[in-house]
C-alpha cells in the first residue's frame, strides 16, 4: 500500500482540532462560575455534558464506522462541532453551554474512532505506532497551547487601552463584554467549519477495518460484559479520566480559590503545563517501558502522583503552583498502559473490548461532577481528594493485572535470545 504523507498530515491536524476543543474546558471553569453564577456542583456539569458523550457514542461511533466510510463520519463529526460550538457564541446562556458541549462532544467521540483506522491506511502498518505516538505528541502540543489561546484572547478583549488587532477588533464586536472568554467558541466554530470544507475537498484512502477495530455483534458485549477482568479494567479507564479531567478541570479554580491567582494568567498557565509536562513524560514513558514491566512503570507513576496531589492540594502557592503541572507527568503512562493490559489480557474480541474501555471515559464527565458537588459541601480542596480513590484504583491495576502478553523490555529480550543460544 503506498503511503500518503498527505493524509497523514490531514490526521495530525485533526488530532490537533480535537485537542484544542477537548481540552480547553478546564481554564473556562473559573470565567464560567463567574458569568453564570454558579456553584461548584453546576460547573462540574460542564465537562459532564462533553464526557457523558463519549460513553454515549463510543460504540455507536464503532458501528457506524462500519456502516459508511470515514469521510462521512469526519466531515459529520465537524458540522455538530461547528454547530455546537456556533450556537453558544450565539447565545451564550448557561443551559445552550451544556447542549453545545454535548453536540461538541459527540463529534470529537466519533473523530477520534474513526481516524485511528484512517490513519493506519494512509501512513502504512508498518509505521503505525510511530505515528500513533507522533500523533499522540500532536495532540498534546495542542492541549499545551488551547489555555495561552485563551490566556490571549480574554487579556486582550478586557484591555480597554490600545488599538485592537482585526482579530481582537472582530471578536469585541460578537462577543459580549462581560464575558470575553465566549470568544473562544467563535474560534471553535471558525476551525470546524475550516475543517468541514477542507474535509470535503479531500480524497480520503479507502480503509479495511482490522478485526481489532470491529466492534463486533451484540453477543459479543454480553460475553465481554460477564468477563470480570473486562468489568474491572473499564473501571481502570474510568478512573483514569475521570483522574485527568478532574485535575485539569479544577486547577485553575483551585489556585484562585486558595491563592488569589488570575485564571486568565496563572490558571491558564498552570493547566497549559499540565499538558505540556504529560507530553514530556509521554516521551519518557516510552523509554521507561523498555526498561522496566508495565505493571511497575503504572504503580511508580501513581504512588508519585498520590504524593504530587498531596502537594498541590495542602502545599502552600509556589509549591501547588508547580505541583498541579507535574501530576500532568505522572499521569502521562497511565492511559496508554492500563489500555494496552487491558487488550492484553483477553484472547479474543479486543475491537468491541476496546469499545467498552472507551465507554469509560465517562469517568471523565463523573468524577468532576463530583468533585463539584463535593466542593460546594466541604470545600474544593477536600472535594478533590476524591482523586486519592481513583489513583488508588490505577495503583492496584499494576497489582492484580495478569496480561498474557507482557511488554517487550532490553531485559526480557536478552533473555529471550540467551534461551535461544
Known amino acids: 500500500m503506498v503511503r500518503n504523507n498527505v493524509v497523514v498530515g490531514l ?25 453564570f453564577q454558579l456553584s461548584l456542583a453546576l460547573a462540574g456539569f460542564l465537562p459532564f455534558s462533553f464526557f457523558i458523550a463519549y460513553g454515549v457514542m463510543s460504540i455507536p461511533a464503532g458501528i457506524l464506522l462500519e456502516k459508511f466510510s470515514e469521510k462521512p463520519l469526519l466531515v459529520a463529526s465537524f458540522v455538530l462541532a461547528s454547530a455546537g460550538a456556533l450556537l453558544f457564541a450565539l447565545m451564550p446562556v448557561f443551559s445552550v453551554a451544556l447542549l453545545s458541549l454535548f453536540s461538541i462532544g459527540v463529534g470529537m467521540a466519533v473523530l477520534q474512532v474513526a481516524i485511528n483506522p484512517l490513519l493506519r491506511t494512509a501512513g502504512g502498518e508498518e509505521h503505525f505506532a510511530f505515528f500513533s505516538v507522533l500523533g499522540q505528541l500532536v495532540f498534546g502540543l495542542a492541549s499545551f497551547l488551547s489555555p495561552w489561546i485563551y490566556s490571549y484572547l480574554v487579556r486582550n478583549l478586557k484591555a480597554t487601552t490600545g488599538a485592537d488587532n482585526p482579530l481582537i477588533a472582530s471578536l469585541r464586536s460578537v462577543v459580549p463584554a462581560n464575558l470575553p472568554w465566549v470568544s473562544l467558541y467563535w474560534v471553535f466554530a471558525v476551525v470546524s467549519i475550516l475543517m468541514v470544507v477542507i474535509l470535503a475537498l479531500f480524497r480520503l484512502p479507502k480503509v479495511e477495518l482490522k478485526e481489532d477495530e470491529k466492534t463486533g455483534a451484540k453477543e459479543t458485549y454480553l460475553q465481554l460484559f460477564k468477563n470480570r477482568t473486562v468489568i474491572l479494567f473499564f473501571i481502570g479507564i474510568f478512573a483514569y479520566v475521570g483522574t485527568e479531567q478532574g485535575i485539569a478541570n479544577w486547577i485553575s479554580e483551585f489556585l484562585r480559590r486558595y491563592h488569589g491567582l488570575p485564571p486568565e494568567v496563572d490558571g491558564a498557565q498552570a493547566v497549559a503545563w499540565f499538558w505540556g509536562l504529560m507530553t514530556v513524560g509521554c516521551a519518557i514513558g516510552l523509554v521507561l517501558l523498555k526498561l522496566f514491566d508495565s505493571r511497575w512503570v503504572l504503580i511508580g507513576a501513581s504512588v508519585l502522583a498520590v504524593a504530587t496531589l498531596s502537594a498541590a492540594l495542602f502545599g502552600p502557592m509556589s509549591v501547588s503552583k508547580l505541583a498541579f503541572p507535574a501530576l500532568g507527568f505522572c499521569a502521562s503512562v497511565m492511559w496508554s498502559i492500563v489500555f494496552s493490559l487491558a487488550l492484553n489480557s483477553v484472547e479474543r474480541h479486543q475491537g468491541s473490548f476496546s469499545g467498552i474501555l472507551c465507554t469509560g471515559i465517562i469517568g471523565g464527565a463523573i468524577v468532576p461532577l463530583l468533585i463539584g458537588w463535593l466542593g460546594d459541601l466541604v470545600g474544593l480542596r477536600y472535594g478533590m481528594m476524591i482523586l486519592y480513590i481513583t489513583l488508588g484504583y490505577l495503583l492496584s491495576v499494576g497489582i492484580w493485572a495478569r496480561p498474557l502478553i507482557t511488554n517487550e523490555t532490553i531485559w526480557s529480550k536478552r533473555r529471550q535470545e540467551a534461551i535461544k543460544v
Not at 21 to 35: C, H, K, Q, R, S
Open 11 to 35: 490526521v495530525f491536524f485533526i488530532f490537533f482540532v480535537i485537542s484544542l476543543l477537548t481540552n480547553i474546558l478546564g481554564p473556562l471553569v473559573p470565567d464560567i462560575i463567574d458569568g
